[in-house]
């Protein structure tokens, strides 16, 4: 490693972080240090000048009893492992497959990261338009071979379904580059070896291929985990959550009782929930950049 | 079968694998550029006509609408701005932290980490809170100092590869002739990490852009952003899906500017953290 380090230079050390630490202090650490606090009081937004009431666990105990939150949270796994065991499978067989350089690939990469970077408010209005009930085309085309029409959004059997395809559609594509960039660092002398030595695709895709980016792999799945446990603008796009709350995953559930119900404390209390989910999944990413700081 | 024969098929199957993807991505956007084109008797005519006279009557409509200019300025404004403050502050840090060793600097990298990762909609109540005692602050300043936060922790870890890939010895020298930490930061490290601050810079603007739910909390319907703006129109008048594609093309649009100039940074964006440094 390049000697990058100059120890001795603490004051300016302290000034350069200056700035980056007080804004994320003041803008994320102390809202987020709030929201603990406030995850244990009952306010009500319809009565934000007045102070609020400590009620200790109170909104914990209501939540854990409450049938809709854990509607929520059963909503929210399902689409979670859903999405991120499909994104994973296919984002691999893609990337397997159209592993090296060729024409037109270059194109193609630019053209799967066109649906990651498109606001999430328009990916849902798309899907939502694609799944209308009378003139959506994903009807259209189904009942050119003779099946449907479903209710895409309005069946609360399907709606969730319907959700995960359009979230499949927009993140695939990053698990596509991501597993391609990993498939690069597959070193090239190796494979060569193993062929000459008569090893088929099966055997080097199990034995040298899959081993080499196991690590990139679990840190998709990881991060994909993390994002999906996150996402709500999309979903709340197309369905609100609904039918009933057959789609109300943890994030839209917080905001509806946050800015529906007005109850401020109880959103906290499933802020806190949420926050420390993700907190146990970041975990492992932490822990995986804080062992590369010390190589 | 011949070595060539065999290889060939491998491309071909190739190419239809390409096709297929390229056209399951393409399709929803081609759906949304071409209604936002269509008089309404097209937009919905099945079986739908390929071929269709395309009309700016929507975007003609949305753009004449006083409304539009102004939510278009705000998210210009929030996003711009947010752009600026969240890569230059977060240059600084990544400086600091590349280059030298303090006190609490690994748990300033276990932090940065860890806030990388919050979800947006745990912010919306305490944020919510937060602005509405400041009233008399406007919800698009809040909103560029939410915005310049989230994407700090991002932009101090990508830039922070990036400084940490140069070589030490052009700093020394600048120091040795007696420049300050500041000047050497400014004149010799900045200029050498443009593309860094290219993806940083896409990154942030991206999010800033698109960024939907606190935008939704913060904002009144002066101080709006498109994002909210198009959402709204979606609830109000279920069946203006002409205005509504066009709206939503029209804030896609940085998003294909971005990626069709700027694919291979994107993708180094995207992949930093999991695949290299």
């Known amino acids: 490693m390049k000697k990058s380090f100059v120890p001795g230079r603490r004051n300016s050390a302290y000034l350069f972080m200056a700035p980056a630490a007080a804004v994320l202090l003041l803008i994320l650490m102390v809202p987020i240090f709030n929201s603990i606090r406030l995850s244990f009081f009952d306010w009500s937004m319809r009565q934000l000048t007045q102070a609020p009431t400590f009620i200790g666990f109170e909104n914990y105990r209501e939540l854990f009893a409450s049938q ?35 024409k037109g690939m270059r194109l193609f990469r630019t053209l799967y990261v066109l649906p990651i970077m498109i606001a999430p408010v328009v990916v849902g209005i798309m899907w939502r338009f694609m799944y209308h009930p009378s003139y959506g085309k994903i009807n259209y085309f189904l009942g050119l071979a003779g099946i449907g029409p479903y209710g895409w959004l309005s069946n609360p059997d399907i709606a969730l379904i319907s959700v995960i395809i359009a979230d499949v559609w927009q993140w695939t594509p990053f698990v596509f580059l991501l597993v391609l960039a990993g498939l690069q660092g597959v070193p090239k002398d190796i494979m060569e070896a193993s062929v000459v030595d008569g090893a088929n695709y099966p055997q080097t895709l199990i034995y040298i291929k899959l081993p080499y980016i196991a690590a990139v792999l679990g840190l998709t799945a990881v991060l994909r985990l993390i994002d999906s446990f996150r996402s709500l603008v999309v979903i ?60 | 079968m011949t070595f060539q024969v065999k290889k060939n098929l491998t491309l071909t199957m190739k190419y239809i694998m390409i096709l ?11 759906e949304m550029i071409s209604t936002s084109l269509k008089l309404p008797v097209d937009a919905f005519r099945l079986p739908p006509k390929l071929f269709f006279v395309p009309t700016l009557t929507n975007y003609q409509s949305v753009l004449f609408e006083s409304n539009f200019f102004r939510f278009f300025s705000n998210s210009a404004v929030v996003a711009v701005s947010s752009t600026a403050f969240s890569v230059g502050l977060g240059a600084l840090a990544a400086y600091s932290l590349a280059r030298w060793n303090f006190g609490g600097k690994k748990t300033a990298i276990a932090g940065i980490l860890l806030l990388r990762m919050i979800p947006e909609v745990i912010l919306a109540v305490p944020v919510f809170v937060l602005f509405n005692s400041f009233r008399f602050i406007d919800g698009r300043v809040g909103l560029i100092l939410v915005y310049t936060a989230l994407n700090l922790p991002f932009n101090i870890w990508v830039l922070r590869t990036f400084i940490m890939e140069l070589p030490y010895e052009l700093e020394e020298s600048a120091i040795i002739d007696g420049c300050t930490d500041f000047t050497v930061f400014r004149k010799i490290v900045l200029p050498l990490i443009g593309p860094g601050v290219a993806v940083a810079s896409i990154f942030t603007f991206r999010i800033a852009w698109n960024e939907f739910i606190l935008s939704l909390v913060l904002t009144n319907r002066f101080t709006r952003t498109l994002p909210v703006a198009v959402s709204l129109y979606l609830t109000d008048t279920g069946t203006e899906w002409g205005k509504i594609t066009a709206i939503a093309t029209i804030i896609a649009v940085p998003a294909f500017i971005f990626t069709f100039t700027a694919a291979k940074s994107l993708i180094m964006g995207l992949t930093a953290g999991a695949v290299k440094g």
């Open chain 1, 68 to 102: 809709n939150f854990r509607e929520s949270i059963r909503v929210t796994i399902t689409f979670s492992l859903s999405v991120v065991t499909i994104e994973l499978l296919l984002g691999t067989v893609l990337a397997l497959l159209l592993e090296g350089e060729f």
């Open chain 1, 236 to 295: 709340y796009n197309m369905t609100g959550g609904g039918p009933g709350v057959s789609t109300e995953v943890m994030s839209i559930h917080l905001f509806k009782t946050a800015f529906t119900s007005q109850r401020l404390g109880l959103a906290s209390a499933v802020a806190v929930v949420l926050l420390l989910t993700i907190a146990l999944f970041a975990s492992v990413l932490i822990y995986n950049s804080l062992k590369k700081e010390r190589r």
């Open chain 2, 20 to 30: 297929i993807g390229a056209a399951l991505v393409l399709f929803p956007i081609y």
